[in-house]
T-cell receptor, first 115, second 111 residues
Framework: AQSVTQPDIHITVSEGASLELRCNYSYGATPYLFWYVQSPGQGLQLLLKYFSGDTLVQGIKGFEAEFKRSQSSFNLRKPSVHWSDAAEYFC?????????????FGAGTRLTVKP | KAGVTQTPRYLIKTRGQQVTLSCSPISGHRSVSWYQQTPGQGLQFLFEYFSETQRNKGNFPGRFSGRQFSNSRSEMNVSTLELGDSALYLCASQGQGYEQYFGPGTRLTVT
């Protein structure tokens, strides 16, 4: 079955430390891949996306993600975390068929940033 | 371009009532999707509308329905509200690409 897994429910990092949030997917074909961020009580904001080409993609707010086909992973990284990065992060995958696309979201990883 | 807007932002209803939520997509976007977000179930897909037609549907009871107008604005309706319908309802619009852009959500509380 098609699925998106974010193994870490909650991660705590110190401000200034590096960050990596994991995402694995299970799809028959290579899907389109996304990372979204959600602040409390708000909607989701698109951080970055991968469709094809260079497997290392840059996003907003200093985030990047790397697509690894062999591992079916699309991990999100940031070299130095800021206190304002505290939020919930969602990995999403989409498989297009015809004019439709089937978008699935992971369960989310909540990021806490220690001063 | 203006982003996705949702109204109202907050809503309190009692069990058995019905509710209608509204979503205005980004100008030029023809696809609108609705999601329910709860702490226990996470983000769950409700349905998607494209050019006034329901294109995809999630696994929700018939009490949840929607529609889309010719200007791409969409509404979702929940009838006979239950306590478990309390959630953040998110709307997302999609243009030519495959990414979705989300509105701020409507927080529905059922008492």
């Amino acid at each position: 079955a098609q699925s998106v897994t974010q193994p870490d429910i909650h991660i705590t990092v110190s401000e200034g430390a590096s960050l990596e949030l994991r995402c694995n997917y299970s799809y028959g074909a290579t899907p389109y891949l996304f990372w979204y961020v959600q602040s409390p009580g708000q909607g989701l904001q698109l951080l970055l996306k991968y469709f094809s080409g260079d497997t290392l993609v840059q996003g907003i707010k200093g985030f990047e993600a790397e697509f690894k086909r062999s591992q079916s992973s699309f991990n999100l990284r940031k070299p130095s975390v800021h206190w304002s990065d505290a939020a919930e992060y969602f990995c999403a995958v989409s498989v297009a068929y015809g004019n439709n696309n089937d978008m699935r979201f992971g369960a989310g990883t909540r990021l806490t940033v220690k001063p | 371009k203006a982003g996705v807007t949702q109204t109202p932002r907050y809503l309190i209803k009692t069990r058995g009532q019905q509710v209608t939520l509204s979503c205005s997509p980004i100008s030029g976007h023809r696809s609108v999707s609705w999601y329910q977000q709860t702490p226990g179930q996470g983000l769950q897909f409700l349905f998607e509308y494209f050019s006034e037609t329901q294109r995809n549907k999630g696994n929700f009871p018939g009490r949840f329905s929607g529609r889309q107008f010719s200007n791409s604005r969409s509404e979702m309706n929940v009838s006979t509200l239950e306590l478990g319908d309390s959630a953040l309802y998110l709307c997302a619009s999609q243009g030519q690409g495959y990414e979705q852009y989300f509105g701020p959500g409507t927080r529905l509380t059922v008492t």
